[in-house]
């Protein structure tokens, strides 16, 4: 079983920044497919961006390609969501899910993800 646990979310104004990280309790994410997820009250989980297992490939959705970095640094590191240029539509709950995963496969959808984290809030004001 394989838990995640996500940090890095707060409060920040519009055009600010924020970086979460997604950390594995007991085991490295090398073998992993990554992606970050995003809920809003009264909508649909929503795929914000992904990367393979090797880091070679990432996805994004389009309303945070520019704004948004997703990274991995090494097999023992949290991969993390880089947020710039923060807007008051970004504020949700975002989820960090994993899948056990070969080469440059980007998984879009939440189906996908055997593993998922407890959500941090993130809120941005206008």
């Known amino acids: 079983q394989v838990q995640l646990v996500e940090s890095g979310g707060g409060l920040v104004q519009a055009g600010g920044s924020l970086r979460l990280s997604c950390a594995a309790s007991?085991?490295?994410?090398?073998?992993?497919?990554m992606g970050w997820f995003r809920q809003a009250p009264g909508k649909e989980r929503e795929f914000v961006a992904a990367i393979s297992s090797n880091g070679g490939s990432t996805d994004y959705a389009d309303s945070v390609k520019g704004r948004f970095t997703i990274s991995r640094d090494g097999a023992n590191n949290p991969v993390y969501l880089q947020m710039n240029s923060l807007k008051p539509e970004d504020t949700a709950v975002y989820y960090c899910?994993?899948?056990?995963?070969?080469?440059?496969?980007?998984?879009?959808?939440?189906?996908?993800?055997?593993?998922w984290g407890q959500g941090t809030q993130v809120t941005v004001s206008s």
């Open positions: 007991g085991r490295t994410l090398s073998s992993y497919a």
């Open positions: 899910a994993g899948v056990r995963s070969i080469g440059y496969y980007v998984p879009p959808r939440p189906r996908e993800y055997d593993y």
